[in-house]
């Protein structure tokens, strides 16, 4: 006599909302919070789309989307989801995804909240929506792919960084640079080919990005590594730059309260004069060659 026993594959949900979730969208079949999902609910799924989830409820572990292999479509549009920085390639197994929609609402009306995205193993990515995200870098530097006729909507408003705020006042804006990690930059920043098939879409005054082959750094890193720091801060007059290490600081800016830049500087040794600029808070962002970092200072 012999006996067969069928075992189904479960697919491990360890956050409890992002499984609620998928039992509000009727995909986990069992309906139960209970940790694990059945594979089989969610393999051949083509589109998920978190987008109708209530900003309250706060996603912290995407473990399990990697068994969406069949995914396409990834709406996470208004969703909160905000997971370890860690975690920037949590996409890298979807390897069928086209477009990712994770546009934020607004400075804490749900989003993604995440500096840094790996979308390096992703040869069909067509279009991301990063619109109002606060993203610092994106990998997209495959040796194997060209990532044609790719779009990537990095348009942002400018309002505070939901994780850190600058000022109660509302009309305060953020100034961000994004950093896009590619296989040449040079080729990037000269728009050719396979780049001058993408679209780039931002606010200029409030977001710009540039071509890097590395943007693995981020600002704990860049202290931590270039010990950059300013002093003294309150200031009156001379801004300096402790640079131990002397990098080359290729440019300085300075933005007021309200996000507005009022005086950059090139070639800078260590120093710069702000004594001509009204008392009150500003913000320095100093930009080296793959990294920049700002600091914030209070002008006497």
């Known amino acids: 006599m012999f006996f067969h026993f069928g075992y189904s594959q479960t697919t491990n949900i360890p956050d409890e909302n992002f499984e609620q979730a998928l039992i509000d969208l009727g995909i986990d079949s069992d309906g139960t919070v209970n940790g694990q999902v059945l594979t089989a609910d969610i393999e051949t799924l083509t589109e998920l789309d978190f987008s109708e989830i209530s900003i309250d409820t706060h996603i912290t572990d995407l473990t399990g989307i990697e068994d969406f292999t069949a995914l396409e479509i990834l709406n996470l549009n208004y969703a909160t989801i905000a997971i370890e920085e860690s975690d ?96 040449d930059p040079n080729a990037a920043s000269n728009n050719e080919a396979p780049y001058n098939t993408w ?19 981020n600002t704990e890193d860049f202290e931590n590594s270039n010990s950059i720091s300013v002093y003294p801060n309150p200031v009156q007059r001379e801004l300096n730059f402790e640079n131990p290490r002397q990098i080359n600081l290729d440019k300085v800016e300075v933005f007021n309260i309200k996000g507005q830049l009022v005086k950059t500087f090139s070639k800078v040794n260590n120093q710069i004069n702000i004594e001509s600029l009204d008392q009150g808070v500003y913000f320095v962002k100093v930009k080296s060659e793959d990294v920049s970092e700002t600091f914030k200072i209070l002008k006497h």
């Open 88 to 183: 920037e390639d949590f996409l890298s197994n979807n390897l069928n995804l086209k477009e990712l929609h994770a546009q934020n609402g607004c400075g804490d009306c749900g989003g993604l909240f995440i500096e840094s995205l790996d979308f390096s193993n992703l040869e069909d990515l067509e279009y991301v929506n990063l619109k109002h995200v606060d993203i610092q870098s994106l990998k997209l530097d495959n040796p194997n792919y060209d990532y044609e006729n790719l779009v990537l909507d990095l348009y942002h408003e400018g309002y505070p960084r939901p994780a850190e705020p600058i000022t109660n006042d509302d009309d305060t804006n953020w100034t961000n640079e994004v950093c896009i990690q590619v296989n």
């Open 199 to 217: 679209t780039i879409t931002v606010n200029d005054f409030v977001t710009t990005y540039s071509f890097s082959s590395i943007c693995n750094l």
